[in-house]
């Protein structure tokens, strides 16, 4: 299993921006997808996740009502949608898969990551 981010890139405060997350492997179906990012000098930090089938997803309280997650299991891809974005924003962003979900835990295999940057 393989996941690859990408996407990222360098925006202003207020811009929208789509990151995807591409599945390398078999059975991408059956698993949970989450997003992670990772702020300069600080923890990783849980986004949101989304079931197996796409028919539920869970949200950080700080994401709510600007990001959303999506899948299509038919493309074995996945989906960030950042919208407004703010200098607060700027990290490293990181796809992970696994069996139990949506949660904040419990993911095997994770992405490179790629890195967002907000300019005010």
């Known amino acids: 299993v393989q996941l690859q981010a990408s996407g990222g890139g360098l925006v202003q405060a207020g811009d929208s921006l789509s990151l995807s997350c591409v599945f390398s492997?078999?059975?991408?179906?059956?698993?949970?997808l989450g997003w992670f990012r990772r702020a300069p000098g600080k923890e990783r930090t849980f986004i949101g996740a989304?079931?197996?089938?796409?028919?539920?997803?869970k949200l950080a309280d700080f994401a709510k009502g600007r990001f959303t997650i999506s899948r299509d299991n038919a493309k074995n891809t996945a989906y960030l949608q950042l919208n407004s974005v703010q200098p607060e924003d700027t990290a490293v962003y990181y796809c992970?898969?696994?069996?139990?979900?949506?949660?904040?835990?419990?993911?095997?295999?994770w992405g490179q990551g790629t890195q967002v940057t907000v300019s005010s």
């Open positions: 992970a898969v696994g069996f139990d979900g949506p949660e904040e835990r419990g993911y095997d295999y």
């Open positions: 492997g078999p059975l991408f179906h059956l698993y949970a």
């Open positions: 989304i079931s197996n089938d796409g028919a539920s997803t």
